[in-house]
């Protein structure tokens, strides 16, 4: 685990720079991780990302299948606003851990 | 009189059913048990009918044969549960009152969720082999492959016996040398996960036996479609990857009795307690098996774990005492890697595979992650162990939580 300086915060992030602590995060530390990942973050996106806050605090396990059918936007929609791997993606830029697969 | 009733005669279902019967005064309760079908399948069978390793009556037997005369066997639908006022309504609409229920539903194979995939080349040039019918329909098909590009592809997590596609493309190898044909064949695993498999260590070792035997892996791919004119998979970001045969694994879900029920989530499979099985809102219902929605396997070891726990903590229960036994999340696997060779995956809800032995730590016989003809000779074995022991609901001297005992401690 790291701290990393962001927006002049001091975040804790693990070696794929996941965050470790979903409390630290703020809607200008996700503008920035997501400049990083070359996004610049709408309001659509971040739909998404308290969508995803508001399940993974529920315990929710998340998938992109259940994200296409949160009413928020549907699958091809996510891979357009979270190029390449979405679900991960989003979730590193909602301050939740990684997705982890039920396999 | 009390009830019990169990939907599903599958793995769990039988497996309990038996446990149960052994157990309980037979004046006392009555056991039910509904399933849609009369055959028993030995699923794990399923994925040796298409190189002819195994035919039908291999996998098949009568449900009968496996429940005592005693315990009621209902051959039907179920159209509902009705978790209020503790009942379950057939096909027919008759209802069934129960003091407690078992549902081990399992999963069905949901093709008409992938737009294109039940369409004109479905069965002639995309096939599966999750059913007895479908893996005899790719076993012909096999038989008159001439060479091309052989793609397996999996639809989305989670799905049954997760490593059964990696099997497949290594028994794939191996036919289609033997056939003479292999090079001229591309094999080609295409996933929705980011390697071969969830895990670090295990994805790992598994990329590398696939990539050992010159199967290309496309990770990441999600399917939004299927272009049969074209003969390609369309991922969602606009990625194709063009197919001669296609073998998929479509999407798995839950019984839509569930749906009806109110009980499942997204894709109808119900979520419990996943230490305990119970459903939270109504503990009168355990679910055991692929019909759960707990974050591991959806496999018969998991269900053969789950089970002793839950007959143990059942037989608690009505005898007013606390239940003590909690669900580790256990799964193994014995993984057919094709030319007479195998290896083993143990793990649970915390702890990934790891190398090691098995059942006895340091001893095995079976070596966890390691590629050998031992190992797949238990594989073989295991059918014998499933038929004679498993789905009877006999004791196997083998722990239902995972053992970390003598296993290695990795760094990815």
């Known amino acids: ?103 | 009189m009390k009830n019990i009733i169990i939907i599903g005669a599958g793995t769990g279902g039988t497996m309990i059913a038996n446990k149960l019967y052994k157990a309980l005064d037979k004046k006392e309760w009555q056991i039910t048990i509904i399933d849609p079908s009369e055959i028993h399948y030995y699923q794990p069978g399923f994925l040796f009918i298409p190189f002819g390793i195994y035919s039908k009556k291999d996998v098949e037997k009568p449900t009968k044969k496996f429940l005592p005369k005693k315990i009621n066997f209902i051959c039907s639908e179920v159209d509902s549960i009705n978790p209020l006022d503790n009942t379950v309504i057939l096909k027919n609409q008759n209802v069934l009152s129960y003091d407690y229920l078992f549902v081990s539903s399992g999963t069905r194979l949901s093709p008409e969720d992938t737009p294109g995939l039940k369409d004109k080349l479905w069965q002639v040039d995309i096939f599966e082999f999750y059913t007895a019918e479908g893996a005899i329909a790719l076993g012909q098909k096999l038989k008159n492959f001439k060479g091309g590009k052989l793609v397996m592809s999996i639809v989305d997590l989670p799905f049954k016996c997760p490593i059964a596609p990696i099997e497949f493309v290594c028994l794939a190898d191996e036919y289609l040398k033997k056939k003479g044909i292999r090079e001229k064949t591309e094999i080609i695993y295409v996933t929705p996960l980011s390697g071969a498999f969830t895990k670090p260590i295990a994805s790992k070792m598994l990329n590398n036996l696939l990539l050992s035997k010159n199967i290309k892996i496309v990770p990441d791919f999600y399917i939004e479609k299927i272009d049969n004119d074209n003969k390609k998979l369309i991922s969602y970001d606009g990625r194709d990857v063009p197919f001669d045969l296609l073998v998929i694994v479509p999407l798995n879900k839950g019984a839509d009795f569930i749906e009806k029920s109110g009980l499942g989530d997204e894709l109808n499979f119900v979520p419990v307690n996943m230490h305990t099985l119970q459903v939270e809102k109504h503990p009168n219902i355990f679910v055991l098996g692929d019909a759960a929605a707990i974050p591991t396997s959806k496999a018969g070891s998991v269900v053969h774990f789950a089970g002793e726990i839950v007959f143990k903590n059942f037989m608690s229960i009505i005898k007013n005492k606390n239940i003590i036994h909690s669900f580790d999340g256990h799964a193994n696997c014995f993984i057919e890697a094709g030319h007479g060779k195998a290896t083993i995956i143990d793990f649970n809800y915390n702890t990934e595979p790891l190398p090691g032995k098995y059942p006895v730590p340091l001893f095995g016989p079976f070596s966890l992650l390691s590629v050998n003809r031992l190992n797949h000779i238990g594989k073989l074995l295991f059918k014998w162990l499933y038929w004679k022991f498993i789905i009877k609901g006999r004791y196997i001297p083998i722990s239902s939580n995972m053992s970390t005992k003598g296993k290695k401690q990795m760094f990815n």
């Open chain 1, 1 to 103: 685990m790291a701290e990393k300086t962001i927006a002049g915060q001091i975040i804790h992030i693990n070696d794929e720079g996941y965050m470790t602590n979903p409390a630290e995060w703020n809607k200008e530390i996700a503008i920035e991780m997501a400049k990083e990942e070359g996004i610049t973050l709408t309001e659509k996106h971040f739909a998404i990302l308290e969508y995803l806050r508001e399940k993974t605090l529920k315990g929710e396990t998340l998938t992109i299948r259940k994200v296409g059918a949160s009413g928020i936007v549907d699958i091809k929609e996510f891979y357009q606003l979270f190029p390449g791997a979405p679900l991960k993606l989003a979730s590193k830029l909602a301050g939740i851990s990684k997705p982890t697969s039920c396999v």
